[in-house]
């Protein structure tokens, strides 16, 4: 699934005297094992200290909070205790020539301010105004769980009648233009949709952008209530002709709205997990240790050891999941470990760290689940579509998987398709790895755009 970090943060800052005025946006490159990761830091003034924020475009993070910036006699330091991390450099009036500390790893960084507008990542798809079709910023109340959501619809120019999609993210909190790595896919989508005369629908996800936060105990099935709530809201504003595409977990969300709320007359997965999910975790990481150069041995210790976990997951049935699944997991982390010099603290941490993610109420709804449950009963059109490269849900099982529950149903309605080359974003890739995403300038591959319209507009 999506694969999302956050490993800098935002400065609050302080301190002034200073001879040269560094007000700005600043970016340099650190150089981490032959890879390039580009960092900006934002600097404003604010009365006599200085307010920063440090952005990862790389990493899909932006504004992060530190806490401590000092700029005096053209000398920068910038402290986020939290993150172990530091920056001290000195302005020499064209650059700022400094150090980056981090978890006791330091590396050389040099800053140039960016013109207004520059952009470090190239992204060449990314639409850009005029558009010369209807836009419109909606809102509307999901009357299930009462949460509101905000999003895009873009609609063809002088078209009526025309179908529209509900896009849907994947997993984690995500804008509606399903920003990640710089790179803004669902916007992408949307704009090519509008000039061949399909509508779409865009949202963030709850807590994100304009969409109003959810509660800790969602899952998978409460965002589903979401999309639902926008299938009603376009129902609502007369369009008949609406399908669900979603990416990833998206394409586990729509085949349970697709079932539930019988005004989806088609569904299109975009990487869409076909088979059981516990199953396809352990695949994922199987290719994503082999294309990370893994050694097989690696790879059948570290997959014995998660498919132990996921059991005792799924197979639970005591009363306190997280405190009985911490003290598991620590157990068989030690066994995993066995004389590699892991301290009682590091175990301790570790499985602190998997206890508070893996028994979250979503992480534990996703393991369990089952897509057959739900593409088994579907009758209507259904484009299923992989890449080949793609580490995160492998291709061939999952496509599989997919075909043969709608199968099940006698539903002939479905086209399945691996397309080559192209990783879990679908982007033209060399190696499908998660560390490539950021890399690659592309966004989202012609065919991918080409396949699901003609599609579409062939139903």
């Not at 980056?100 to 960016?114: D, E, I, R, Y």
């Not at 994100?208 to 965002?223: I, R």
């Not at 132990?308 to 639970?316: G, L, T, V, W």
């Not at 496509?399 to 080359?421: D, M, T």
Request: proline residues 5%; positive net charge; charged residues 20%.
């Amino acid at each position: 699934m999506k694969t999302k970090s956050a490993l800098f943060f935002l400065f609050l800052c302080y301190q002034s005297i200073f001879a040269q005025d560094i007000q700005g946006s600043w970016e340099g490159s650190l150089s981490i094992q032959g890879r390039s990761l580009p960092l900006i830091f934002n600097i404003q003034k604010n009365g006599d200290s200085y307010q920063t924020s440090l952005d990862s475009p790389m990493q899909g993070a932006k504004g992060i909070p530190v806490k401590e910036t000092k700029y005096i006699n053209n000398e920068l330091q910038l402290n986020a205790p939290e993150f172990n991390l530091k920056y001290d450099g000195l302005f020499n009036g064209v650059a700022i020539e400094g150090t980056f500390s981090q978890n006791g790893a330091s590396f050389p960084l040099v800053l140039t301010k960016l013109k207004a507008g520059e952009k470090v990542l190239i992204r060449p798809q990314e639409p850009q105004p005029p558009f010369d079709y209807p836009i419109e910023e909606v809102t509307f109340v999901n009357p299930k769980d009462k949460n509101t959501l905000a999003g895009t619809l873009t609609l063809p120019k002088n078209k009526k009648n025309a179908p529209i999609v509900v896009l849907i993210t994947g997993s984690g909190s995500q804008d509606r233009n399903s920003s990640l790595y710089g790179h803004q896919p669902f916007a992408v989508i949307a704009h090519d949709f509008a000039q061949k005369g399909i509508g779409v629908l865009r949202l963030d996800d709850r807590g994100v952008g304009g969409s109003s936060k959810g509660k800790p105990e969602d899952t998978s099935e409460n965002f589903a209530t979401d999309i639902s709530a926008a299938v009603d809201f376009l129902s609502s504003k007369g369009y008949k002709n609406i399908g669900l595409m979603g990416h990833s977990e998206g394409g586990l969300i729509a085949p349970i709205v697709a079932n539930k709320n019988k005004k989806v007359q088609f569904v299109i997965s975009l990487a869409g997990p076909g088979i059981p999910i516990d199953r396809m975790m352990l695949l994922q990481s199987q290719s994503i240790m082999k294309a990370e150069g893994a050694t097989a041995g690696q790879i059948a210790a570290t997959s014995a050891f998660n498919e132990r976990i996921y059991a005792y997951i799924i197979n639970y049935t005591g009363r306190n999941l997280k405190s009985d699944f911490q003290e598991y997991i620590k157990q068989e982390y030690k066994k995993l470990t066995q004389n590699q010099g892991a301290t009682v603290a590091q175990i301790d941490d570790f499985a602190r760290q998997q206890a508070q993610v893996i028994t979250s109420p979503w992480y534990v709804y996703f393991l369990k689940f089952n897509p057959d449950a739900y593409w088994s009963k579907l009758k209507i059109p259904v484009l299923a579509l992989n890449g080949s490269l793609d580490v995160q849900v492998k291709s061939a099982e999952n496509l599989a998987g997919i075909q043969a529950s709608l199968e099940k149903s006698g539903n002939k309605k479905g086209v399945f398709r691996e397309l080559p080359g192209l990783n879990h974003l679908f982007q033209e890739a060399k190696t499908g790895t998660v560390s490539e995403y950021a890399s690659l300038t592309q966004t989202i591959s012609p065919l991918v755009l080409n396949t699901v319209s003609d599609w579409i507009l062939t139903l």
